[in-house]
């Protein structure tokens, strides 16, 4: 069965400890942190915020960090620093996973294949320090002129790193062609198929985060969920899905309505 949970910057401005007692309320499975949500990241601080959550019976199932390789290369080694700086948070907290971006193309940019290159050495280093210290790389697909907003172009990234502690946690959300990866509309990209990109992409994913726009209902209305739970239960997916609410509603009475919708759409035929 699924285990769901839910992202910090679903409630802007909490803390890991404030969110923690939100998903215990919520009665779900596990929690994912953004790394903005720690206050701290000094061991004593960790070591409160580990048993806090050992308390509420709730497993770290990844910490999101937000690099960009798409910035000139010799900032590189900050990005990649900061990677390897949440990896040893991570391993630290007994977190198994750490979600990463890959490169966002600058709007001077005039050849994205220029990115590449560098973006997959920081990808295969991060993934080596990752592996020395058990703890996977995710590399999440986004849109917003990011390099991974197609399908092809994450399995790209993952078969250029070609490394077996670096993997692909998929965001129903963020491929080219759904209706909110930009946030701006209800109405789906004609150029692109999301499904298509969610279907190729989502064998190699060790967890999911499922986008909610508009919930109010009970039933999500941009994205078609019994559409993708169909490609997540044709693969016997059994790992983490982490509730990623973006509308404009309250977003505690949202992640209750998206948990109660996903349990439902997996009980199904």
């Keep these: 069965m699924i285990k769901l949970g839910t992202m910090s910057l679903n409630v802007r401005g909490t803390t890991a400890t404030e969110f923690a007692q939100i998903v215990s309320d919520l009665n779900l499975d596990q929690i994912e942190l953004h790394s903005t949500a720690f206050e701290s990241t000094n061991t004593d601080y960790l070591r409160i915020l580990k048993m806090d959550l050992q308390k509420k019976g709730l497993p770290l199932g990844y910490i999101g960090v937000s690099n960009n390789f798409g910035v000139p290369t010799d900032q590189h080694p900050d990005q990649i620093a900061k990677i390897k700086n949440w990896i040893d948070i991570a391993s630290f907290m007994s977190c198994p996973l750490v979600r990463v971006f890959a490169a966002y193309v600058p709007e001077d940019c005039t050849d994205e294949e220029e990115l590449w290159p560098p973006m997959i050495r920081g990808f295969k280093e991060v993934a080596e320090y990752g592996y020395q210290k058990g703890i996977i790389v995710g590399l999440q697909n986004h849109n917003h002129n990011n390099v991974t907003r197609t399908g092809d172009n994450l399995l790209r990234a ?42 190729k992409t989502a064998p190699y994913a060790v967890y999911v985060r499922a986008k909610f726009y508009h919930i109010d209902s009970g039933v999500e209305e941009w994205l078609d969920y019994a559409r993708i739970i169909k490609i997540l239960k044709g693969l016997n997916y059994n790992g983490g899905v982490s509730i990623v609410y973006e509308g404009e509603s309250d977003p505690i009475d949202s992640m209750r309505k998206a948990a109660d919708y996903l349990r439902y759409l997996w009980q199904q035929d």
């Design 158 to 199: 993952l078969n250029e790193t070609n490394h077996p502690y670096f993997t692909h946690i998929v965001d129903t959300g963020q491929y080219a062609g759904s209706p909110g990866a930009s946030g701006s509309n209800s109405q789906a990209t004609p150029k692109f198929d999301c499904y298509d990109s969610i279907a």
